[in-house]
């Protein structure tokens, strides 16, 4: 865990927060969207994630709906749903990976970003009786195991969510690493004000529909966001959302998150 950074910890239990739908296309745009709101509400650095399991043959299915996937309202449902999809998939076809994105966001604008992936295998049927979601299913090759067979400590040895968190603590373990925090001005993306986005129908740009629910710092003057496509990210540490807007908004705009894997 975090214990070796001697942070002190505290949970959503502590503030009354209404989190935010997830509704990005991606597990770092969830993530940065989830750890930006609660920076932005609590002044405090806030630590989310997200993650999932993606099915290369299925295209990345089920992806950041891993959790809701068909409409399933348990795992076994899941489970069950997942298989059905397979059912034509046979010996590589049936390869996937979890992917885990860990993002640490701070009040002041600055996030960063920690990733951690694992490679696997879907089989055809489940087996053990540990974890969750879709661990009975995963089964890992290096370890000759599903998720589900492993204890707590073996399946933190090789988990995704793991990876991320030893990638995190290796930044962290001489104290916080270098950044650089470039604020946004109020209501605008790129230095174009909120009220008149550029090229709003050529370019793909339109209101972000959760303006209402995020504000902008700027009463009644929602964000922009583009229709399509996902952020990129630069490779420095701490670089500002400005080069590149986000395709969903986080709570007011000025957090980046330079991503780093384990």
């Known amino acids: ?81 997942l298989l059905e999809r397979m059912r034509h998939l046979k010996g590589e076809e049936r390869k996937a990976r979890f992917v885990a994105v860990l993002v640490l966001a701070y009040p002041d604008g600055h996030a960063e970003a920690y990733e951690g992936s694992v490679e696997g295998v879907i089989l055809e049927a489940p087996r053990g009786e540990g974890g969750f979601g879709y661990d009975p299913l995963f089964y890992v090759p290096e370890a000759g195991k ?40 109020c209501g605008t993306w790129r230095g174009f004000p909120a009220s008149s986005p550029p090229g709003s129908t050529s370019s793909g740009w339109s209101p972000s529909p959760s303006a209402s629910t995020w504000g902008s710092g700027c009463p009644g003057r929602p964000f922009w966001r583009r229709g399509s496509g996902s952020p990129s990210f630069p490779s420095g540490r701490g670089s500002s959302w400005r080069s590149s807007p986000p395709s969903s908004p986080t709570s007011e705009g000025p957090f980046s998150a330079p991503r780093r894997s384990a």
Not at 9 to 38: C, I, Q, S
């Open 146 to 185: 599903t998720f589900a067979e492993m204890g707590l400590e073996e399946k933190a040895r090789y988990s995704h969510r793991g990876k991320a968190l030893r990638a995190l603590l290796e930044a962290y373990k001489d104290g916080p690493p270098p950044r650089e925090v470039s604020k946004l001005e």
């Open 1 to 81: 865990g975090l214990a070796p950074l001697g942070w002190t910890l505290l949970t959503l239990a502590d503030f009354a927060l209404r989190m935010p739908k997830e509704e990005g296309a991606t597990f770092l745009e969830n993530a940065l969207l989830k750890a930006a709101y609660v920076a932005k509400a609590t002044g405090l650095p806030a630590l989310a994630d997200d993650s999932g399991l993606e099915v290369y043959a299925l295209g990345g299915e089920p992806g950041v709906y891993s959790a809701r996937y068909g409409g399933r309202a348990t795992d076994r449902e899941r489970n069950v749903y």
